[in-house]
T-cell receptor, first 113, second 119 residues
Framework: AQSVTQPDIHITVSEGASLELRCNYSYGATPYLFWYVQSPGQGLQLLLK????DTLVQGIKGFEAEFKRSQSSFNLRKPSVHWSDAAEYFCAVGAGNNRKLIWGLGTSLAVNP | SAVISQKPSRDICQRGTSLTIQCQVD?????MFWYRQQPGQSLTLIAT?????????ESGFVIDKFPISRPNLTFSTLTVSNLSPEDSSIYLCSVEDGAFGGGSSYEQYFGPGTRLTVT
């Protein structure tokens, strides 16, 4: 069965530091891959997506993610974190024909000043 | 991308009553989804709503508790019936972008959510 794992439940970084949030998936082929962000009290916003092609994808707010087929991973990165990046981050995959997304449990990011 | 609005944004309801949540999209979409997000948790899909057909419910969710309407390509409602404190959650609707009349992109856009508290 398809699954998504976000190994880190909670991460704290200092403002200006680099960030990497991990996402691993289980699926026999290359799925559609997504990262969403949910700020406190807000809905979910799509940060970036990967369907095919260049394995390094750029998103909004200075985020990027790299698809690594050999590791079944799609890690989210940002070179310099801002205090406003404090939020919940969700990795999701779409695979198969049912048009549904499979969601990770999320990683809560705190940013220290 | 589609712009989605939800009403109400929040509500406090007494147990045993029902709440109907509206989801309005600014463009025609084929697929609409309803999710529940319990406090501090990830998203759980309740059902998929296609226009002109019955909603498809996920395991653990039933139509009697969560009736859904999808009268046209831009609107849907989710009713949470016979409320109990365990129903206190954020309810989110989403749409699949770019798939109207075509294949699936899996790319979903979300409304701002409805925060329900049951007392």
């Amino acid at each position: 069965a398809q699954s998504v794992t976000q190994p880190d439940i909670h991460i704290t970084v200092s403002e200006g530091a680099s960030l990497e949030l991990r996402c691993n998936y289980s699926y026999g082929a290359t799925p559609y891959l997504f990262w969403y962000v949910q700020s406190p009290g807000q809905g979910l916003q799509l940060l970036l997506k990967y369907f095919s092609g260049d394995t390094l994808v750029q998103g909004i707010k200075g985020f990027e993610a790299e698809f690594k087929r050999s590791q079944s991973s799609f890690n989210l990165r940002k070179p310099s974190v801002h205090w406003s990046d404090a939020a919940e981050y969700f990795c999701a995959v779409g695979a198969g024909n049912n048009r549904k997304l499979i969601w990770g449990l999320g990683t809560s990011l705190a940013v220290n000043p | 991308s589609a712009v989605i609005s939800q009403k109400p944004s929040r509500d406090i309801c007494q147990r045993g009553t029902s709440l109907t949540i509206q989801c309005q999209v600014d463009s025609q979409v084929t697929m609409m989804f309803w999710y529940r997000q319990q406090p501090g948790q990830s998203l759980t899909l309740i059902a998929t709503a296609n226009q002109g057909s019955e909603a498809t419910y996920e395991s653990g969710f039933v139509i009697d508790k969560f009736p859904i309407s999808r009268p046209n390509l831009t609107f849907s409602t989710l009713t949470v019936s016979n409320l109990s404190p365990e129903d206190s959650s954020i309810y989110l609707c989403s749409v699949e972008d770019g798939a109207f009349g075509g294949g699936s992109s899996y790319e979903q856009y979300f409304g701002p959510g409805t925060r329900l508290t049951v007392t």
